[in-house]
């Protein structure tokens, strides 16, 4: 059974506590932590890296929605929202922030489900489409629109995360291919002999790297830095590659 791991933010006790009883009493739901106020929340969301937020909207220093538009702009994977506010105005911008769903306080549990169950159906259907990703030693296939598309390994410049997609950028600089898929779950697929990632919006094949310098790498005139966590294992292979 698929779990989603979720963080509860609410500056209201009561609230904070209806919700996470809420939460321990849904089964495919496992509270990760909780916390009063947005600013913490970002850290905590860096840390534990949740598949769900129910966010209130309303609160000081740094407001749920605020906190919404910085996540959108940090690298992947962005967790699904679910805003929890007493206040029905901020629908429209809930939206805006691709927020799953909008609970007007007080909601009921029956809602409180539902509304979980938006993100569990988004996820089971999305691991679905992962599993059917096919790769051998020369190509792999990714789902774009409606039909599956034949990639070649040798054609592979570098592949690139945006949010829930990921963008190949081949050989052909006119050509790139956009697919619904998390980068981590293409990365799986991939052989690990040929292709790494680099940075976490970042898989490079490592036959197409020209150069490299202290803290990036460059593929034709594209500069690609290498993220900190990834470092040593790019070292290694560096290492490898000089002796």
């Not at 609230?15 to 850290?43: G, H, M, R």
């Not at 702009?73 to 029905?88: C, D, G, L, V, W």
Request: proline share 4%; glycine share 2%; hydrophobic share 40%.
């Amino acid at each position: 059974m698929t779990v989603l791991n979720c963080i509860a933010v609410d500056d209201e006790p009561l609230a904070l506590k209806l919700v996470e009883t809420f939460i321990e009493q849904t089964p495919f739901l496992q509270l990760s932590c909780s916390c009063d106020n947005a600013v913490e929340a970002l850290s905590l969301i860096r840390e534990k890296q949740p598949d769900i937020i129910f966010l209130d909207i309303n609160m000081p220093n740094l407001t749920g929605m605020e906190l919404a538009r910085l996540l959108q702009e940090q690298s992947p994977p962005i967790p699904k929202i679910i805003f929890t506010t007493a206040y029905n105005h901020y629908a429209i911008e809930g939206y805006k922030v691709n927020a799953v769903d909008y609970l007007l306080k007080p909601f009921s549990y029956e809602e409180f489900l539902r509304a979980s169950n938006k993100v569990l159906q988004i996820t089971e259907e999305s691991s679905n489409h992962y599993q059917h990703i096919a790769t051998d030693d020369d190509f792999f296939f990714l789902k774009v629109e409606y039909q599956w598309v034949r990639i070649s390994l040798k054609d592979v410049l570098y592949i690139e995360s945006l949010k829930d997609y990921v963008k190949v950028h081949l050989l052909d600089s006119d050509k790139t291919v956009l697919s619904l898929i998390s980068l981590k779950a293409l990365e799986e697929k991939l052989p690990s002999a040929k292709f790494m990632r680099i940075h976490r919006s970042f898989i490079v094949p490592l036959d197409k790297i020209n150069s490299i310098s202290k803290n990036s790498i460059f593929i034709g005139k594209t500069e690609i830095t290498v993220g900190e966590q990834y470092k040593e294992a790019f070292k290694t292979i560096v290492d490898r590659w000089l002796k």
